[in-house]
């Protein structure tokens, strides 16, 4: 398994989807909730990179999004977490801020969550 890989089975574990920014599934109303990834990663000399992932959930109102992000923020505390791939893991923190919570302007039932982590990929 990859880092990619190890980062994006770290959001899958929660029964929400998961796409990559930029690959969201093309449906005429896309699918919610949904968590949307952005992934990267420095050099492999564990290099901070600032990610982000966002939760999207229709609902008119925050109590369903805020369990969700409560359910995701218990995974991940404020330690972070080790995640272990091949030839070696993925340190994924809490940046600061944590989160942001967005609406969508042309939909007043569309909330979002947006996530801010760091990763360091560590290899060896």
């Known amino acids: 398994m990859t880092a990619a890989e190890a980062f ?10 998961v796409s990559e920014e930029g690959a969201v599934p093309d449906a005429d109303p896309p699918g919610y909730p949904l968590l949307v990834c952005r992934y990267g ?7 901070a990179v600032g ?23 218990a995974a991940l505390p404020p330690g972070g977490v080790f995640l272990p791939h091949d030839g070696g893991g993925l340190w ?3 940046d600061n801020p944590w989160t942001v919570r967005a609406g969508d302007g042309e939909d007043p039932l569309l ?12 290899k060896g």
Not at 41 to 47: F, K, L, M, T, W
């Open 41 to 47: 990663e420095g050099a492999g000399r564990g290099e």
């Open 92 to 94: 994924l923190n809490r």
């Open 51 to 73: 990610l982000t992932v966002s939760l999207w959930v229709r609902s008119p109102g925050w109590r369903e999004v805020q369990a969700a992000a409560d359910r995701i923020g």
């Open 8 to 17: 994006y089975r770290f959001w899958g574990q929660f029964g929400i989807p």
């Open 111 to 122: 909330k979002r969550v947006i996530f801010r982590v760091t990763a360091r990929v560590y």
